[in-house]
């Protein structure tokens, strides 16, 4: 017998001698909710801030202008790029910019000074940013390696909360939500900002 | 359908003795003693818990439907292990479909050949390692270093444990019971190439892991990893962090190896949105964690192109098979139980001998493992609880802890009889059946104070009282009973003057 039938026995056998009664899933919490732009975009900037995560706000129109200045007053000069970004974004931008392919070795991705990427979807009650690997996204190692992660986030992508967000994802992409920065509290349960991830997470808002 | 039952069924078997870490070594109560005894750790522990209990007040507060929440949270989980097979199933076919390949270990000695097996085959003598409960119960990395295999543990916390030759103390932060200051000596003395001017700055601290583990994040090819949950319709895993170390362990090597309990499966996807609520603000005690990574198989040309899958019974399906205990097995491992209990608080996590400590633990271990007899230190854990209830008001799938500690209390009595406790209160009875006995007993108790001496407190009573005092002290008697001082001139005085106050 295969450990399969055996583990599925002992299931069958379990549920034989305790059976279960049937449940229904009450769905009694918040979903489908709505709220104009200024009061979703206000929300997730109170949360992104309070995650220490950096942001700006842009139009459509000034986002090269926003972005080339966020890179430039911290001093990144290689930018990595997926394959699928919007070229106009970085038009304004006057240092290098490096666009990203699965041939390219993983850990050469620590030679960049950081990386800009667009966003699948928001979630503005807890401050989460979803990537989902899309051409304008690029793969997961792109946005964890370098240690900036520059990223647009359009007013429409931003839902209120966690079951609006989630109902816009594909679940058979690899999908990472993103908090701000990364952090641990092992340490005394003290917060500290920037273990593995990108230390630094800017956010810019357009729209 | 598959696995043909024959004949009536069989209670599952608990998980096999010998390997993994659900059982200590001593009762509950004396390895608390010691525990006790260690004035830094009860600071630690305090402190620790105090604060992420505020933390968990304040967002879950914060949201108006969270009672809405935790109902659907225990409802899906309830259903789940009602429908176990099938979703089971859904998930292997989801899994393979997405090419994976998908796993079934009966108990840790199989996990730990099937994973082992694994990681030989990629030619790799090192692997790196996200945090997870299950491979810390079956002890995983134990037997990869015994086949030549190292595990480098990443979430921060497991590797202060891991450097410190310790075991981990708290569900969500296993090195809880070490300071700062513990933590710089553990890394001055056991990390390659650390800068010998690292002081105890807990950012200073943090970089240091930065700096010791990237290497290997960028040239170990082989990741072994938990799951937070397994979706049965899409085959999605998900593992909720938040250094990043997990994304790392999920993305950078070619070869992934998840271990996952085969409780952890939930049926939809839509499921997520409850449990991606619940668990943050239970266990942190945020919003959101900074990270959670969700993979479906294997995606060509981002993140490790070989998905191993290995789904652990390990005394599962015997909890399973208890109709009140098997409730147990809806917790999400938030930890948030563990923070609100005043036992726990004081003992830390060490004196419950399992990978799981505090209140679920009391009730998971011995129902994982067994509790085999009176001598088994697992038949101490459900004992190990003042029956309070704050767990039961904290966990955030609703697990009656309280109402499983005092079924498992019967099933151990059941089992083995009763202990000292249980001559002493019929001891008890017989004496307060009678004034005259009662009048004799109460003089005798007066010597305890003898017993007592200066300190006034009795530590160590011969048997069968023994069994009281193992766990706890006894104040010493008063110098008088209460009916001599009634019988007192002191005695009478104080009646005749609350008679005129009553009369006024």
Redesign the interface.
Known sequence: ???????????????????????????????GRTMPDAERVELLVD?LV??KAVVHRSTEAQLPEVLARALRDVGARRIGVPAGLNDSWLSEFDGETVVDS?TVP??EL?NLDGVVTASAVS?A????IFLD?RPDQG???LT?VPDLHVCVVTVDSIEVG??EA??R?V????????????????????R?E?????RNLHVVIVG | MSGVSLGLPAVPPRAPEGVGFLRGTEKFPAAARHELANAQLRRNIGKATHTIRAKRLHVTGELPDWEDLRDAGAAIKTDVMSRLPELLEQLEAAVVARGGTVHWAADANEANAIVTDLVRATGSDEVIKVKSMATQEIELNEHLEANGIHAYETDLAELIVQLGHDKPSHILVPAIHRNRSEIREIFLREMADVDPDLDDNPKHLAAAARKFLRHKFMTVPVAISGANFGVAETGTLGVVESEGNGRMCLTMPQTLITVMGIEKVIPTYRDLEVFLQLLPRSSTGERMNPYTSMWTGVTPGDGPQDFHLVLLDNGRTAALADGVGRQALNCIRCSACLNVCPVYERTGGHAYGSTYPGPIGAVLTPQLAGMDGKDDPNSTLPFASSLCGACYDACPVKIDIPSLLVELRHQKVQKSGFGAEAAAMKAASVAMSSAKLFTLAQKAAGLGRVVAGKKGKISKLPPPLSGWTDARDIPAPPAQTFRQWWDSTEGRAAIAAARKDGDR
């Open positions: 017998m295969s450990s399969r039938d055996v583990v599925m026995g002992r299931i069958r056998d379990a549920l034989t001698l305790a059976p279960p009664t049937a449940t229904e899933v009450p769905r009694n919490y918040r979903t949360r309070d995650y699965p993983a850990p620590g979630c009650e807890t401050g989460t690997g793969r997961r190692a964890l966690v079951p989630m109902a994802l679940p058979e992409r690899p999908t990472t939500l993103i908090s701000g920065p990364s952090a641990t509290s092992d340490i005394e349960l003290e500290v920037g273990v593995h991830g990108p």
